[in-house]
């Protein structure tokens, strides 16, 4: 989800919406340069999914929303030991800021003030 940071009010879904969701570009950056990241939106829960092909321990992902500045995601993922290793998404950041950071239970949504 994608919020105004000064009203608080969703960017995409609802009446107050300010820009449509083809205003926004989404890119994964591998080794300097611009590859492909999957966005998926889903209206009825008002949240956009990304899926990005990972390759390094952390991915850096680009945001644009038409005439806003760009943003940085940061994608950080954890491998546990052993003989049955798992790979998972420990955090996210958002500009600097901590967005995600994974925990035990269902998943959550994180909300990116803009």
Known sequence: MVVDKATGKDLFFGSAAQYATSQLKVHHILNGHIDTAYLYIDTSNKD?????????Q??????????KPQDILLFKRT???GCCST???SSVTFNGTVVYTQKPGPEVVAVLAK
């Not at 956009?48 to 390094?56: D, K, M, Q, S, T």
Request: aromatic share 8%; proline share 0%; glycine share 4%.
């Open 58 to 67: 952390v991915d850096t992902v680009t945001m644009n929303i038409a005439d």
């Open 48 to 56: 956009f999914n990304a899926r990005i092909n990972a390759v390094h």
């Open 87 to 89: 790979t998972y998404l």
């Open 79 to 81: 491998t546990t030991g």
